[in-house]
């Protein structure tokens, strides 16, 4: 097996392109946010979220921060999120002072279940904030109406699922804001950045006052902000990713075909649902090993990576409810569908990289190991 290569459970591809336009804006001399952040906040409107109004920012964190602080979340305040996750959703709720409250997921699409959150509202929920985990939409008709009967805001957390849908709409476009991470690891990346798209104006000048110091116009500081601001040089690279993202989102899809059709036979797998009314843009191809603890899943990952040179990923092997960070915020009520998940799951490789080899390869591997009860 040692001729073998890894195969990486995630590659960012950037390419002769994105070079050209950084080097472009080194030439330029004026490296600062500026005209191609602007124009990549139109860009990224237009392509992404049917035209509603971007901010750029330097990480997606920066953005549901400053999304959060634009909303008038802070002190006393409650907002519902999923414990299934990365911390950065959590950890964006804390930060403005505001409580994290743990809902529970469904356990077909891994996203907040409206039955749950629905039972964690308390007089001081302000809002519910969904992710669309891995890159399928959370459900947003029944958060919705958990939202109207409450009277919270929604608030989408997009890190994951550029270009996504739902009900023929595109995630980002639902709630009060939504936020895109543009991490490498991402569907597309910047470098390092995210993007919050906004319900409307107040929202957006909102964040982009805090991006800036709390400045409009130079030295009339009108609110406490911070430095969050995306540079000329990461959004030159956003621009030309963003012309890329939709092929890519094409190959992941292809490739997520071919891995249903071949591991959906395997026994004791189970392979990502889609809801109907959705599209998924398969972030992560997350698959459960059905029934296994966390300690027999680690070791199908240990085999996978070991014995067959397929690269993946436990996204996420700790609730963050159960994290020393975030464990005062710990719920009084269980949240089983969450415990469950985050001792089956395992993201396979589906990034546009694959070559159909890879791609059996990773069949062959799965089977082996996991029909083989390891
Ligand atoms: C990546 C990610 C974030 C944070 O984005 P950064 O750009 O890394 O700050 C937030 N939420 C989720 C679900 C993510 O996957």
């Not at 001729?3 to 490296?31: F, H, K, T």
Request: glycine share 10%; hydrophobic share 45%.
């Amino acid at each position: 097996m040692s001729e073998l290569s890894m195969i990486p459970a995630a590659r960012p591809v950037i390419g002769e392109e994105e070079r050209v336009a950084v080097d472009r804006v080194l030439r330029s001399g004026m490296v600062a946010q500026g005209p191609e952040v602007a124009a990549f906040e139109v860009e990224f409107a237009a392509e992404l979220v049917g035209g509603r109004t971007c901010v750029a920012v330097n990480s997606g964190t920066s953005g549901l921060h400053l999304g959060l602080l634009a909303a008038g979340v802070g002190p006393g305040d409650e907002v519902i999120v999923p414990s299934f996750t990365f911390a950065a959703t959590a950890n964006s709720v804390a930060l403005t002072g505001a409580t994290p409250v743990f809902a529970d997921i469904s356990a077909d699409t891994f996203n907040l279940d409206p039955v749950s959150v629905a039972a964690a509202v308390s007089e001081r929920t302000v809002a519910v904030m969904p992710v669309h985990l891995y890159g399928h939409p959370a459900d947003m008709d029944g958060l919705a109406q958990v939202a109207q009967e409450h009277g919270l805001a929604v608030f989408e957390d997009a890190a994951q699922a550029h270009g996504a849908t739902c009900g023929g709409r595109p995630v980002g476009s639902f709630g009060a804001f939504g936020m895109f991470s543009l991490y490498p690891t991402k569907n597309m990346t910047s470098g390092e950045g995210g993007m919050v798209s906004c319900a409307d104006e107040e929202i957006a000048r909102g964040v982009r006052l805090l991006r800036n110091q709390g400045m409009e116009a130079q030295y009339a500081n009108e609110v406490v902000g911070l430095n969050n601001r995306m540079t000329d040089i990461h959004a030159a690279i956003g621009r030309v990713q963003l012309g890329k993202v939709g092929a890519w989102t094409a190959q992941r899809r292809a490739n997520a075909a071919f891995l249903d059709e071949h591991l959906g036979q395997v026994a004791g797998v189970v392979t990502p649902a889609v809801r109907e009314g959705c599209t998924h843009v398969y972030h992560q191809y997350t698959i459960r090993v059905d029934g296994a603890s966390g300690a027999q899943r680690d070791e199908v990952v240990a085999a996978l990576r070991a014995e067959h040179k397929v690269g993946c990923g436990v996204y996420y092997p700790t609730p963050n409810h159960e994290l020393v960070s975030l464990a005062r915020f710990a719920p009084a009520w269980e949240l089983p569908v969450t415990a469950r998940a985050a001792a089956e799951v395992i993201s396979l490789p589906v990034h546009p990289s694959l070559s159909e080899g890879d791609l059996e390869r990773v069949v062959e591997a799965v089977a082996a190991v996991v029909g083989a009860g390891a």
